[in-house]
């Protein structure tokens, strides 16, 4: 089993950045894929960042792609976002997630088996 808890969340000027983590349990932090998404109100969780085991690859949205950054310590057991030039479009709960996916490009709700509770992000125009 893993735990997931995301911080960092908050309300932000357009413009601005925010640092999302997300901190994980267990002794195999590394052997997990980790993901951000995020879910507006009203609407589907999305996609908008992930990074394999290692940390050698990465992929973000292209809404996203640009302006944050995925990146992990497994020595912290932790991911992170970076978001910068933050719109209000990127309003949103976002959440982490874990997994041990049988895809190369593991960009859906399926392939995670692990999520956190989320964290808030608030963009004002």
């Known amino acids: 089993q893993v735990q997931l808890t995301e911080s960092g969340g908050g309300l932000v000027q357009a413009g601005g950045s925010l640092r999302l983590s997300c901190a994980a349990s267990?002794?195999?932090?590394?052997?997990?894929?980790m993901g951000w998404f995020r879910q507006a109100p009203g609407k589907e969780r999305k996609f908008v960042a992930l990074?394999?085991?290692?940390?050698?690859?990465?992929y973000l949205a292209d809404s996203v792609n640009g302006r944050f950054t995925i990146s992990r310590d497994n020595a912290k057991n932790t991911v992170f976002l970076q978001m910068n030039r933050l719109k209000p479009e990127d309003t949103a709960v976002y959440y982490c997630?874990?997994?041990?996916?049988?895809?190369?490009?593991?960009?859906?709700?399926?392939?995670?088996?692990?999520w956190g509770q989320g964290t808030q992000v608030t963009v004002s125009s």
């Open positions: 997630a874990a997994g041990t996916p049988g895809t190369w490009l593991p960009v859906t709700k399926g392939d995670y088996d692990y």
């Open positions: 267990g002794r195999t932090f590394s052997d997990y894929a």
């Open positions: 990074i394999s085991g290692s940390g050698g690859t990465t």
